[in-house]
């Protein structure tokens, strides 16, 4: 079972690691809490005396400190968690991951009132992504606005070609996107509109479609 995990900048805290392999543990608590053995010794003593479900329960507390009117579920990961925001009401389904990649706590990933963000649904964004009030996000849906630069020398790996940043992608109020959908680009989905099952969205939807 995954744990949840508080991505800040790019440091993700995952329990299962933690749990199974202190040697990475160990690792990380050297990059994160600086050269300081004691605290080290002394933090993994207490890592050591908590369960699985004692450390899903804590990061789960971690992330409702930031949102405490939102519903976490299990195995959520957001990174760039300062540059996040998530409107009441709202619910992150199990396994959900929202990735922010500037990451200089300025509103870039926002999720209105009332949203529902399905079970493994992906988020993503380079530049700044709206989701609005009320919209449902049905399980394994993919929404993001960053791409990896693919075009250009073919002789570099598309791994060093960079990506596609400062786009924007809104998905406006009481929209429905169905089970795997795929929504991506610098685009606009118009309010009330309902993307189908295993679409491929690339360019603007007006409302009411």
């Given at each position: 079972?995954?744990?949840?995990?508080?991505?800040?900048?790019?440091?993700?805290?995952?329990?299962?690691?933690?749990?199974?392999?202190?040697?990475?543990?160990d690792?990380?608590?050297?990059?994160?809490?600086?050269?300081?053995?004691?605290?080290?010794?002394?933090t993994m003593?207490?890592i050591?005396k908590?369960?699985?479900?004692d450390?899903?329960?804590?990061?789960?507390?971690?992330?409702?400190?930031?949102?405490?009117?939102?519903?976490?579920?299990?195995?959520v990961?957001?990174?760039?968690?300062?540059?996040?925001?998530?409107?009441?009401?709202?619910?992150?389904?199990?396994?959900?991951?929202?990735?922010?990649?500037?990451r200089?706590?300025?509103?870039?990933?926002?999720i209105?009132?009332?949203?529902?963000?399905g079970?493994?649904?992906?988020i993503?964004?380079?530049?700044?992504?709206?989701i609005?009030?009320?919209?449902i996000?049905?399980?394994?849906?993919?929404v993001?606005?960053?791409?990896?630069?693919?075009?250009?020398?073919?002789?570099?790996?598309?791994?060093?070609?960079?990506?596609?940043?400062?786009?924007?992608?809104?998905?406006?109020e009481?929209?429905?996107?169905?089970?795997?959908?795929?929504?991506t680009?610098?685009?606009?989905?118009?309010?009330?509109?309902?993307?189908?099952a295993?679409s491929?969205?690339?360019?603007?939807?007006p409302?009411f479609t």
């Amino acid at each position: 079972m995954n744990g949840v995990s508080l991505c800040a900048g790019c440091h993700t805290f995952r329990t299962q690691s933690f749990h199974q392999n202190p040697v990475w543990a160990d690792v990380w608590l050297r990059e994160n809490r600086g050269s300081d053995l004691e605290l080290i010794r002394t933090t993994m003593n207490e890592i050591q005396k908590w369960s699985i479900e004692d450390m899903q329960e804590k990061l789960i507390n971690d992330i409702q400190a930031y949102f405490p009117n939102v519903f976490i579920g299990k195995g959520v990961q957001i990174c760039g968690v300062g540059s996040v925001r998530i409107e009441d009401g709202s619910c992150i389904s199990d396994d959900v991951w929202l990735n922010v990649c500037v990451r200089d706590n300025r509103p870039r990933l926002k999720i209105g009132v009332c949203v529902l963000i399905g079970r493994r649904n992906v988020i993503s964004t380079g530049g700044t992504l709206e989701i609005g009030d009320y919209c449902i996000l049905a399980p394994d849906v993919y929404v993001g606005d960053v791409d990896h630069n693919y075009q250009g020398d073919i002789n570099k790996p598309i791994l060093i070609r960079g990506t596609t940043d400062l786009r924007n992608l809104i998905i406006e109020e009481s929209c429905w996107l169905a089970m795997n959908s795929v929504v991506t680009g610098n685009l606009t989905i118009g309010r009330g509109s309902v993307i189908g099952a295993n679409s491929v969205v690339t360019r603007d939807v007006p409302p009411f479609t």
